[in-house]
């Protein structure tokens, strides 16, 4: 079945008017099957076999994938499908992976004259920064190729509360939010304040000079801080409670 080549320009004007096409890069979308089009042309019904592939996809005839430098590549895990109570989440609603198995990695990185290895080793399960790495479909699996940096942290348990941070990140337990106001008003959820204290659960072990030394960090487990209110990662615990983790330099303050 013929297929029409369509460019950014042809497209834009007839998307506009598409709410399906809200958000969508045009560079990213693929159509089959229009045959010849004219302009105007383009309805709702025209996109129903509209494809969109986020990832880079490996072709089957290359057998394995070998990182550069401090790069590392991680099998995604699988998005929860249902809620606890069995319901079956849409596509939209499922939330985005922030972890996998650590499947390749590169030969490190070098500081000053400092050779240093990888952190990480094969089989290692890690939770990364939401946004980090390119999304790569491999032998039937979406992988993550990233740098070593983008790892938060080493995670051996199914709850998040035991996550163990690499290089200068910390984990914090988050403060509950104030439910009241300073003259007793009850706050609703919405104009509840995103709280920006907590407790450090735990540390990395710190960042690395010029010539590549290890410098602890300056915070320590138990420490009460205050961070930047929109930096880092957000998690929630198996009991409902809410962490965070983010780089010490993200870390303004300690309170006593």
Do not use: W
């Amino acid at each position: 079945m013929a297929t029409s080549q369509l460019t950014a320009s042809s497209v834009t004007a007839s998307a506009r008017n598409l709410a399906s096409l809200q958000g969508l890069r045009l560079s990213t979308v693929k159509f089959s099957s229009f045959g010849t089009l004219k302009p105007g042309a383009l309805t709702s019904r025209s996109f129903k076999r509209l494809v969109v592939k986020a990832a880079t996809v490996v072709a089957p005839k290359y057998t394995s994938v070998k990182p550069l430098g401090d790069r590392v590549l991680v099998k995604i895990k699988e998005t929860e499908e249902k809620t606890e109570g069995g319901i079956l989440l849409p596509t939209t609603a499922q939330s985005k992976p922030q972890g996998g198995e650590v499947v390749a990695v590169g030969e490190g990185k070098t500081i000053g004259n400092t050779k240093l290895e990888s952190s990480v080793k094969t089989g290692a399960q890690v939770i990364y920064s939401k946004y980090a790495g390119t999304e790569v479909e491999f032998n039937g699996a979406n992988h993550l190729l990233l740098k070593e940096d983008d790892i938060v942290g080493l995670l051996e348990t199914d709850d998040i509360k035991d996550l163990k941070p690499l290089n200068d990140r910390v984990f914090i337990k988050v403060s509950e939010a104030e439910e009241k106001t300073a003259g007793g008003l009850l706050l609703t959820e919405a104009s509840k304040e995103k709280p920006s204290i907590g407790t450090v659960i735990a540390v990395g072990p710190g960042t690395l000079d010029e010539e590549g030394n290890l410098r602890p960090l300056s915070v320590s487990p138990g420490n009460t801080i205050l961070y930047s209110k929109y930096a880092g990662n957000d998690f929630k615990g198996n009991d409902g409670s809410n962490y965070i983790a983010l780089r010490a330099s993200d870390v303004m303050a300690a309170l006593y």
